[in-house]
């Protein structure tokens, strides 16, 4: 089945309520050619979001274009909430030689000002950062000897005392184990709790689809966003997919939908 337009389902019970990022009708090119186009939705103030797509169909796009890395060709995006930003794995050298509070304290810069000395005040920013992700007894320790999953959350902390109300994560889970993905849903389950909208891609379906309000569905234009039920579809995963999803039985007569691919 070929889907001609995006299948796009309302948020619940927003009533007036100001979204916390909007994104309108955005095309970004890389490396000439289209990133993703024309592409709109909204995210609302608490919700947790998934973007799904395969390989190349533009979510790192998505994620850099909103936090001002990438430029736009056209189209508008407006962050009424202070967005923090956790990049991929791959994109940061873990053998710099600085320590974990060092890393976080580096989210500060912009409020303590460049060739300026973080105050008490900022430190103890960076205490209660690492407090919320389970980090605060690794504060002193060097980056390189972290694990992945570790990694991850502390650059968790970095967006946090940014006081960022909205988390754009770009593949957090891609290469951990089972263990560190529990620790990190855990810390952003705590964290939407709190307040915090949670804009954050991944391969992993099953996570999307059960552990997301909301999962918006990308393949270079927006295919689908709403609910699970909404996208949790063969026709949606089929158009943003085509041959490279693998269906499977799970013995209770469930479709399970995997998505084989393993890096952005």
């Not at 619940?12 to 970004?28: D, I, K």
């Not at 050298?93 to 060739?115: A, H, K, Q, S, Y």
Request: hydrophobic share 45%.
């Amino acid at each position: 089945m070929l889907i001609h337009e995006p299948v796009i389902e309302s948020a619940e019970a927003v009533g007036s309520v100001e979204p916390a990022l909007s994104v309108r009708n955005l095309t970004v090119l890389y490396d000439q050619d289209a990133g993703i186009e024309e592409v709109s939705f909204d995210v609302y103030p608490g919700e947790k979001v998934a973007v799904i797509g395969p390989n190349g169909a533009g979510k790192s796009t998505l994620m850099k274009a909103i936090m001002g890395l990438l430029q736009p060709r056209a189209g508008e995006i407006k962050a009424h909430r202070t967005p923090g930003y956790v990049p991929q794995y791959e994109a940061v050298n873990w053998d710099f030689p600085v320590t974990v509070g060092d890393v976080v304290m580096m989210g500060r810069i912009r409020r303590i000002g460049w060739l300026m000395w973080p105050r008490r005040a900022d430190w103890q920013a960076v205490d209660a950062a690492l407090d919320r992700v389970g980090l605060s007894d690794l504060a002193g320790r060097q980056i390189g000897e972290l694990s992945g999953g570790q990694r991850r959350r502390v650059f968790i902390a970095r967006a946090l005392v940014q006081e960022a109300e909205v988390l754009i994560l770009d593949e957090p889970f891609s290469g951990v184990d089972a263990s560190a993905q529990v620790e990190m849903m855990a810390v952003l389950d705590t964290l939407q709790k709190e307040g915090m909208t949670i804009l954050l891609s991944t391969h992993d379906l099953g996570l999307a689809f059960q552990r997301f309000d909301r999962v918006l569905a990308l393949r270079y234009r927006l295919v689908a966003y709403g609910s699970p039920n909404t996208v949790y579809t063969p026709e949606v995963l089929a158009a943003v997919y085509g041959g490279s999803l693998a269906a499977l039985d799970n013995g209770q007569h469930v479709t399970v939908f995997v998505d084989d691919h393993q890096c952005c």
